[in-house]
C-alpha cells in the first residue's frame, strides 16, 4: 500500500494542474497526502482489524474531514448514510490496492475488491475499476509478468491496455471516471522501469494525478519490491501517528508477500 500512498503525495500538486512532462520534483513543500491515502488506510486497517467498510469510510472522514474528497463522497460519509451513490469515479480503485497484497487468490481479490467497492461505487464501472486495481496488485505480486498481467486485465476487464503513453498524452485530459482514468494509469505501470517511473508516467499524462500516480505506484511497488527509502521516507514523513501505525502494522504484516 506503501506505493499508492507515496504515488497520492508526489501526484497532489499536479492534479489539475495539466502536467505533460515527467521531469518534475518529487515532493515540494505543498506535497501531502489527500483523500486518496486516507481511503487506502482505512481500506488497510479493515484487513487488518476487521469491521465494516461503511463504518471505517464514515470514522475516517469525520477524523480527518479537509483531505480533498469529492464533493458526493463527503456528503455520504458527513451524514453517516449507509446506502451507495451508483458512483462510477476512479475512488473505489485509488484506495484497493491493500486489497491485493492481503489476499490469497485471484478470486477472493475480486470479490473482496467489490465488498471494499460498493459501499459507495455500486455503478459497474465503479466496481470494474475497483477489480481491475486490485487484481493487476495481485499478479503482480504474485510474479505475473506484465504482458500476462495486460492480457488478464484486457480479458476480464474488457480494458484496452495496448496504447502507449506517447500516443495519450497530448490530447489526454482530466478524468475521473474509472473508464477514463484506470486504464492509462495501468498502462503508466505497464511502461515503467521502476517504481519512480511508474509514479512519473502517470503524473505526466497531466489528469487525476494523485489518484492515478496511486493507482499506478499500487501496482509497481508490487512488481518492482519495496518504494525507495529516498521517496518511502519523505512520503511516510507526511503521515501523522495514527495513519503511519496502520502502514506500519500493515506492512509487517502483509509486506513482501509472493505465492
Excluded at 463527503?74 to 484497493?96: C, D, F, H, I, T
Excluded at 499506478?216 to 529516498?230: H, K, N, S, T, W
Excluded at 503511519?244 to 509472493?258: H, S
Aim: net charge negative.
Amino acid at each position: 500500500m506503501i506505493g499508492a500512498l507515496c504515488g497520492d503525495i508526489i501526484g497532489l500538486v499536479h492534479e489539475g494542474a495539466g502536467t505533460k512532462t515527467k521531469g518534475f520534483p518529487l515532493f515540494v513543500p505543498e506535497s501531502r497526502f489527500t483523500d486518496d491515502t486516507m481511503l487506502t488506510v482505512a481500506v488497510a486497517a479493515r484487513l487488518l482489524h476487521g469491521g465494516t467498510y461503511v463504518d471505517l469510510f464514515h470514522d475516517y472522514f469525520h477524523a480527518y474531514p479537509l483531505v480533498g474528497y469529492g464533493g458526493t463522497f463527503a456528503e455520504w460519509a458527513r451524514l453517516r448514510k449507509r446506502a451507495p451513490y451508483q458512483s462510477w469515479g476512479n475512488g473505489a480503485a485509488m484506495r484497493v490496492s491493500p486489497i491485493g497484497i492481503a489476499a490469497n487468490s485471484l478470486d477472493e481479490v475480486l470479490a473482496e475488491a467489490r465488498r471494499s467497492a460498493v459501499v459507495t461505487h455500486d455503478h459497474p464501472e465503479g466496481l470494474r475499476g475497483a477489480q481491475a486495481t486490485a487484481a493487476a496488485v495481485f499478479l503482480a505480486r504474485t510474479g505475473a509478468g506484465k504482458n500476462d498481467i495486460r492480457a488478464e486485465l484486457e480479458r476480464t476487464f474488457g480494458y484496452r491496455l495496448r496504447d502507449r503513453l506517447d500516443d495519450i498524452r497530448d490530447g489526454y485530459r482530466f478524468d475521473v471516471s474509472c473508464q477514463g482514468s484506470v486504464p492509462p494509469s495501468i498502462i503508466a505501470f505497464l511502461e515503467s522501469d521502476s517504481y519512480e517511473d511508474a509514479v512519473r508516467n502517470a503524473v505526466s499524462l497531466g489528469g487525476d494525478a494523485d489518484t492515478m500516480a496511486a493507482i499506478a505506484g499500487g501496482i509497481a511497488v508490487a512488481f518492482y519490491g519495496d518504494v525507495p527509502e529516498r521517496i518511502r521516507g519523505p512520503a511516510l514523513d507526511r503521515l501523522d501517528r495514527p495513519l503511519r501505525t496502520i502502514v506500519e502494522e500493515f506492512t509487517e504484516r502483509f509486506g513482501d508477500r509472493v505465492t
